[in-house]
Nanobody
Framework: NLVESGGDWVQPGGSLRLSCGAF????????MCWVRQAPGKEREAVSC????????KYADSVKGRFTTSRDNEKNMAYLQMNSLKPEDTGTYYC???????????????WGQGTQVTVSS
């Protein structure tokens, strides 16, 4: 199971930190990714982090603004979002994978999502 938290309303240019807690599986052996879905749009994979945290990858839409990290001692993954834009609005999900790819079909465990709203 995966449980996200940290979603909120924020003004453009602001920051948020999302958290994802993992339960019931070997967290340290799974690549952790973040996915978002804007209203009326398809889900988009935005970041992944390798099992030990040594490697990350990001969608072009968030590169340079978002940073993903993880704490394997706490079974937690994070997404630090800076310089937020209205187009970042959406539901954010964390997902576990055995593949280090920004591909939704590679993810086999999902959280319930947390809502991020960026508006003035």
């Amino acid at each position: 199971n995966l449980v996200e938290s940290g979603g909120d309303w924020v003004q453009p240019g602001g920051s948020l930190r999302l958290s994802c807690g993992a339960f019931g599986f070997s967290f340290v052996n799974r690549i952790m990714c973040w996915v978002r879905q804007a209203p009326g749009k398809e889900r988009e994979a935005v970041s992944c982090i390798s099992t030990r945290g040594a490697s990350t990858k990001y969608a072009d839409s968030v590169k340079g603004r978002f940073t993903t990290s993880r704490d394997n001692e706490k079974n937690m993954a994070y997404l630090q979002m800076n310089s937020l834009k209205p187009e970042d609005t959406g539901t954010y999900y964390c997902a576990a994978s055995r593949w280090f790819e920004l591909r939704l079909d590679r993810y086999d465990a999902w959280g319930q999502g947390t809502q991020v709203t960026v508006s003035s």
